[in-house]
């Protein structure tokens, strides 16, 4: 190649090096678009070409992908900035000012210390000097004009995009359970099963209003869920899996399952910005703040009213401060719905000891934790829980005939509906079965390696196909005959007595707190403002408050208690036995510790010492003061 010397390059800038600045805004630009990339990386040539020898031009490459909007996150921009402002560039090559920046203030900046450090600037085509007031004023405008078209460009882009969307006419990609017809509508997925599935899920939600145990009981039951195939040569096409907990929360979330059109659920936080890549992150709107929300777009699986309500019970399942959080397995009632009666703040749950299973606490921490305050009250579940639970069945007493009825009611629904899912199975397994029999009859007999193939997938259909018969023959034994007359009866008459279902051992602590928060929506308690007792406020989900007050319990009430008649035998061996003595008697008839463990010196001597008997003989059997 010829080097050509340009008039405006001086030796000074050849003494330098010269520097190639490449950049593409975007991971998608930097594998699609090869031209592009070809043509900035051509410019090394062109420095050549220009004077500079090869071992002085140096390629910047290190900004691929990042959007040239910012210089906060373009290492490779401020590594260029760096090397101008030290005086060792003679020259900065460019596709264009785009390259280099899409904002006017990184581009000046450029632009000025180019000035002072006696930088050129070029491109393809010309080679510009920032101190000659043309070239200033060309750059100027280059460097504007770059920032507007990209501004340009994007609200035109972002205008379009939310009129189609204000009238639903912008694609969005359609989970499972619909599929996209030929005239570019919304349908239900065909398929029988992948409705019936869809549908059984949401009613197991609209039940349990947490979306872990509706995990729980697809896991219980080995009923598999449908998912889309994203990409690929099966894009779009169903497939079965095990339950897993996100799929189940985003198909719950999912709007378009109510049969609503929406767009920009999200929104862009500019002062939260990725740190790698300087992008707004992305936040989601409220509900009710959702731009656009079109109803009945699809067919629907729920209403919109009971979208809105799952919405609702997702966020109230959240552990945090201003919501009561899904009811856990744990001993205390009323974990997230106790409130302190003096600060307003949500009681936390602690549990001192897990040893001696005592009640759990409940304590006011808001002050300690986040303003370094003191602690604002504490106090024993025990007795508060038992006299909330009082009220919620004194509360519930009118309609337990009908709870009954209900629950029973529910209970053959949920039999018949597992028997109908399995069935749906059945019939997918058949069907496998028959495809690939098909297959296999459609074959050359002739040609064994693809006939050995579909021989094998014909087997493993009908493997699963067994499996599944035998699976749902096994269900079908293992379930118990559906309640006669006779059980009817039982249920109601056990109804009456609704106390010793909430105390049995088969109703389970998060059982427990889920009826609960049916009734009552907050229970405020004050254990300080009353020495030695616990103010109760029970607000009701219907707007009114029920107080009771009850006795705060003595410090060590908790504590086993070591049994009377073992503490009297051990006041009437004192005297004259000393404590190893006094042990061998309690053990040798039968006596036992507050924790049921055989008696030593060491626990006889505690009983005495806490009830001021004074010390016995020690092991050499001599008297010990008092």
């Known amino acids: 190649m010829t080097t050509t010397r340009h008039p405006k390059i001086q030796p000074g800038h050849l003494r330098r090096q010269a520097v190639v600045y490449i950049r593409q805004s975007s991971a998608h630009q930097v594998r699609g678009n090869r031209e592009s990339a070809a043509r900035q990386y ?30 906060a996150h373009r290492a490779g921009f401020k590594k260029l900035l760096a090397e101008v402002g030290a005086g060792q560039v003679g020259a900065v090559l460019a596709l264009e000012a785009s390259r280099l920046a899409r904002s006017s203030a990184d581009w000046h900046r450029l632009v000025e210390i180019c000035v002072v450090t006696q930088t050129l600037l070029a491109d393809e085509s010309a080679v510009y000097d920032p101190r000659d007031p043309n070239d200033r004023l060309l750059l100027g405008v280059k460097g504007t004009i770059s920032e507007a078209e990209l501004f340009t460009l994007r609200c035109r882009l972002h205008e379009g995009r939310w009129n189609k969307a204000r009238r639903g006419e912008l694609a969005r990609s359609l989970p499972v359970g619909y599929v996209r017809t030929d005239d570019g509508r919304g349908a239900k997925d065909p398929d029988r099963q992948v409705q019936a599935r869809l549908d059984y899920i949401f009613r197991l939600f609209a039940r349990y209003k947490v979306a872990r145990r509706v995990l729980v009981q697809l896991v219980r039951e080995k009923v598999q869920i449908p998912a889309k ?119 936390s749950v602690f549990y001192y000891s897990t040893k001696e299973r005592r009640a759990p606490g409940y304590g006011c921490v808001h002050a300690y934790s986040r303003h370094g305050g003191a602690t604002c009250q504490m106090m024993s579940s025990a007795g508060v829980d038992a006299a909330v639970t009082e009220l919620f069945l004194s509360a519930v007493s009118p309609a337990k005939l009908e709870i009954a009825l209900h629950a029973l009611e529910g209970l053959e629904a949920d039999r018949a509906e597992v028997r109908k899912q399995w069935d749906l199975q059945l019939q997918r397994a058949e069907y496998e079965v028959e495809l690939a029999q098909r297959r296999y009859e459609a074959a050359d007999p002739a040609n064994r390696l693809v006939a050995a193939e579909l021989e094998a997938q014909w087997e493993e259909a009908l493997r699963r196909r067994e499996a599944v018969r035998r699976e749902r023959e096994a269900r079908e034994r293992r379930q118990e005959a559906p309640p006669g007359e006779a059980d009817r009866q039982r ?68 504590a086993p208690k070591t049994p009377a008649a073992a503490v009297e035998r051990i006041h009437e061996l004192l005297p004259a036995q000393d404590y190893e003595a006094i042990a061998a008697t309690l053990n040798a008839e039968g006596f036992r510790t507050a924790k049921g463990l055989a008696f030593d010196d060491k626990a006889v001597g505690y009983v005495a010492r806490t009830r001021g008997w004074g010390r016995g003989r020690g092991k050499h059997g001599e008297r010990g003061k008092e």
């Open 42 to 71: 051509a410019l090394a040539e062109r420095a050549k070409a220009l004077g500079w020898p090869a071992k002085s031009v140096q390629t910047i490459d290190e900004d691929q992908g990042r959007s040239g909007t910012s210089a």
């Open 491 to 558: 249920i109601k008459e056990l109804a009456k007595d609704l106390g010793r279902v909430w105390q049995a051992d088969t109703t389970s602590m998060a059982d427990r707190k889920a009826l609960l928060r049916f009734l009552v929506k907050r229970v405020h308690l004050d254990g300080v403002s009353e020495a030695g007792k616990i103010r109760i406020d029970v607000e009701w989900h219907t707007g009114a408050h029920t107080t009771t007050t009850i006795d705060r319990p003595l410090v060590g009430a908790w």
């Open 229 to 347: 195939i994203w990409g690929g040569p099966r894009h779009g096409q169903v497939r079965w899996k095990a339950p897993d907990l996100f799929d189940l929360i985003r198909l719950l979330h999912n709007p378009i399952y109510a049969g609503a059109y929406t767009y920009g659920q999200k929104e862009y936080d500019p002062f939260d910005r990725s740190p790698t890549n300087g992008k707004a992150k992305v936040h989601p709107r409220p509900l009710e703040e959702w731009p656009v929300c079109l109803q009945g777009v699809y067919p629907a699986y729920i209403s919109w009213e009971q979208f809105v309500q799952n919405q609702a019970a997702l966020r109230a399942n959240q552990n945090r401060q201003e919501t009561a959080g899904a009811p856990r397995k744990g001993r205390a009632l009323l974990q997230g719905v106790a409130y302190c009666g003096r600060c307003g703040a949500r009681l």
